[in-house]
């Protein structure tokens, strides 16, 4: 039963926020897991304290009378949601020497809803404090790296020597191709035509292969005969 109503509390799953009460500050952790949600509420200072609260199936259903519905859960957990980004939190009278203390959703509600938190001991605060570091800094080297190369992200990326070595050689071959068309051809590359190019002699300029014809000059008698 409980991971079939936690399965619609998907959206509070890995939500962060700030909650500054007074001069303190605290860091609010969101997590859903098939058994409960959870929460996790660090104060910003040296003494590195967290406190921890958590919701099981039966307190939801408790919360929502016993209602079941897929549609009443998902909107039960989407209005947590919108709460919880819109930073409507407030610890209830913090003081210093509190070690247990209530995390309120939507105070100024007309219903405010209520999370008891409990204070972790200096090693489990330690534990939490490095597992949040480590998945952070995994999360981060995750997302810096491109899923597919892009031209953009291609500029980016360190290219390997031997890549650089060989567009080296692409582009001097290259110019080494360009300036032997700019220089001007030797006497050794003039072309001459060639004997079997020409027509035979008395042959016909319009049909090589035919003999041109013989006109024989006209004579005109003298008018002196």
């Known amino acids: 039963m409980s991971t079939d109503v936690l399965s619609h509390f998907g959206v509070l799953d890995e939500l962060i926020q700030v909650i500054y009460q007074g001069f303190d500050r605290f860091v609010v952790l969101s997590q859903v897991t098939e058994s409960a949600w959870s929460i996790y509420l660090g104060l910003k200072g040296p003494e590195g304290r967290w406190w921890r609260g958590s919701w099981s199936a039966k ?66 605060a330690a534990s939490h404090a490095t597992a949040v570091l480590t998945e952070s800094s995994h999360a981060n080297s995750a997302s810096t790296l491109p899923s597919k190369p892009t031209p953009l992200g291609l500029s980016q990326v360190p290219v390997p020597a031997v890549n650089q070595a060989a567009e080296r050689k692409i582009k001097a071959l290259e110019a080494e191709l360009a300036r032997s068309k700019e220089r001007p051809p030797t006497g050794n590359m003039i072309s001459k035509p060639s004997t079997s190019s020409r027509p035979p002699k008395g042959a016909s300029l319009a049909n090589p292969n035919k003999k041109a014809r013989k006109y024989q000059a006209l004579e005109f008698e003298s008018d002196e005969d």
């Open 59 to 124: 307190h939801i259903l408790n919360i929502t009378n016993g209602v079941q519905s897929g549609q009443v859960l998902e909107n039960f957990a989407e209005k947590l949601r919108t709460t919880f980004v819109n930073g409507d939190l407030t610890i209830g009278e913090w003081t210093e020497k509190d070690s247990d203390i209530n995390l309120t959703f939507g105070p100024t509600t007309k219903l405010p809803l209520h999370m008891a938190l409990k204070e972790l001991s200096a090693a489990e």
